[in-house]
């Protein structure tokens, strides 16, 4: 059986990468077709042997740091439906914007793992009120009618394409509501993972702080864990990068301390002395509070999205139910660190092993 792996691109360092690259271990044979590639991820595959192709976009000026501003113009429609696929028997799509836009043979089948339907052409409200348009943030005010007309093409396109798809897997029960609601189509739930190998003989120690991991962006609502922190008196760390440092160091104080951007090995050690991970923003799914709870810590979390279904209130963490500082201050005035045991952490986090994931992927797709 031949089989090909497409992704949107492989630019920045999060989940969706770490899913392209587990389909490439447990396909190492299979071609990667991407619209856009870093030095760095091509570079990382040709170490282990993988071949990765690249589109049309690839030669376009700044490539990796203007690839998402050319998405309006349709250019990345056209990147993916200008790979041949002809000589395969199966596509494993990994998607949130438009990798399953591929076009295949009737006899080839295309499965699809989708993060979450594209936001920008399906929740342009949103999506657009939180991003700050780095390198083009002057543009912001002319956005919206700039982009009607663009959007409302890829939402046609985008529904037309998700016809073409044989069988989609949802990372989550928010992607699969979206996925039904947008497309109409079924889909069975996979979950990300985590290595689990990496964390079982790590041991937590009595933590003096919190701790909040994540990429610096104004949507993720730092702010909200510093403010609770200062106004509680607790120490909380921060490790992460991004555009909204500056904002967010010029409201904290000498109780914040702001790590950037740790190894992995730190990013462990850092995790394992905290009294618990705190998570401010709704991700669809969220790897980080699987790595909390594999260090035998326990999980602060908003009560929305992914966290519903890793975190269990009670035994493994709490939520707090509004995105501010006074509903996350009622939780953290009351938490215990002592009342959440490390072996149900771990056993939690267990269940979302890469082992599993693998073995759940293969059999959806019938290898």
């Known amino acids: 059986m031949k089989l090909a792996i497409v992704c949107d691109d492989l630019i920045q360092k999060g989940g969706a990468e770490k899913v392209v690259e587990e389909f490439s271990d447990m396909f190492p044979d299979s071609p990667i077709y991407t619209s856009v590639a870093s030095k760095e ?30 998405s309006p113009f349709l250019l990345h429609a ?12 199966v596509v494993l799509s990994s998607s949130s914007r438009f990798a399953h836009f591929v076009l295949t043979k009737p ?17 342009p409200f949103d999506y657009f009120e939180n991003e700050n348009f780095g390198a083009l943030r002057s543009f912001k005010p002319l956005s919206g009618k700039f982009l009607r007309s663009s959007l409302s093409y ?11 798809v044989d069988f989609f897997i ?5 992607s699969q509501a979206r996925i ?12 990300p993972f985590i290595d689990y190998g990496k ?31 200062k106004d509680l ?45 705190i998570i401010t923003q709704k991700e669809d799914f969220g790897i980080v509070p699987l790595e909390a709870m594999a260090c035998g810590k326990p999980v602060v979390a908003l009560g929305k999205g992914g966290v519903l279904e890793t975190v269990v209130p009670g035994k493994t963490g709490e939520f707090f139910e509004e995105q501010n500082f006074l509903s996350l201050e009622n939780v953290l005035k009351n938490f215990d660190p002592f009342g959440y045991s490390a072996k149900d952490c771990k056993e939690q986090a267990r269940k979302f092993d890469r082992k599993i994931f693998d073995m759940e992927i293969k059999k959806a797709i019938n290898v």
């Open 41 to 70: 991820w091509q570079s990382r595959f040709k170490k282990k042997n993988r071949v990765v192709k690249t589109s049309f976009l690839q030669k376009f000026p700044f490539s990796v740091r203007l690839n998402r501003y050319y």
């Open 180 to 191: 039904k609601k947008y497309y109409g189509r079924d889909s069975q739930i996979i979950h």
């Open 199 to 229: 964390f079982e003989k790590v041991k937590p120690e009595e933590g003096k702080y919190f701790l909040v991991l994540t990429r610096l962006v104004s949507w993720k609502r730092v702010d909200v864990a510093i403010k609770a922190c």
């Open 154 to 164: 890829l939402r046609m396109i985008d529904f037309e394409a998700s016809k073409k």
């Open 170 to 174: 949802a990372n989550s029960k928010v």
């Open 233 to 277: 008196g607790f120490k909380l760390k921060i490790i992460g990068v991004g555009p909204d440092l500056g904002r967010l160091k010029s409201i904290s104080d000498s109780s914040v301390d702001f790590l950037g951007y740790v190894s992995e090995d730190r990013k462990i050690e850092e995790i394992r002395k905290c009294k618990a991970l």
């Open 107 to 123: 006899d080839t089948k295309h499965f699809c793992y989708m993060h979450s339907p594209g936001r920008m052409f399906w929740e």
């Open 78 to 89: 056209l990147a993916f439906q200008s790979f041949d696929f002809s000589d395969f028997d």
